[in-house]
Nanobody, 123 residues
Framework: VQLQASGGGLVQDGGSLRLSCATSWRTSSNYAMGWFRQAPGKEREFVAAFRRGGYTYYSDSVKGRFTITRDNDKNTVYLQMNSLEPEDTAVYYC??????????????????WGQGTLVTVSS
């Protein structure tokens, strides 16, 4: 399983970005897919996840601003990020795995990880 995250960059407060996670064949349909982020000096934290059956999960800090989707034809998972805030600045990682429902927000429950893409939100 290979994951390749992209789409990060510098954006102003209130702006938008869309991150992409290109996966190897059928990864996004066979696994739960998650986005996590890690800011300097902080632990990696859950952002959003997509589980088979179309179920989505979000952290409270991004709910209503971020949307996770997938395109099975392109084997790609997206994270649309709107109304970005300086607190969203971090390296964003996509992950794949088979977490049980109670662990879907836990980084340790995911087996495969992409390399990360940096998002910087300026105030």
């Amino acid at each position: 399983v290979q994951l390749q995250a992209s789409g990060g960059g510098l954006v102003q407060d209130g702006g938008s970005l869309r991150l992409s996670c290109a996966t190897s064949w059928r990864t996004s349909s066979n696994y739960a897919m998650g986005w996590f982020r890690q800011a300097p000096g902080k632990e990696r934290e859950f952002v959003a996840a997509f589980r088979r059956g179309g179920y989505t999960y979000y952290s409270d800090s991004v709910k209503g601003r971020f949307t996770i989707t997938r395109d099975n034809d392109k084997n790609t998972v997206y994270l649309q990020m709107n109304s970005l805030e300086p607190e969203d600045t971090a390296v964003y990682y996509c992950a794949a795995g088979n977490p049980i429902l109670s662990s879907i927000r836990l980084a340790r429950a995911y087996t495969y990880w992409g390399q990360g893409t940096l998002v910087t939100v300026s105030s």
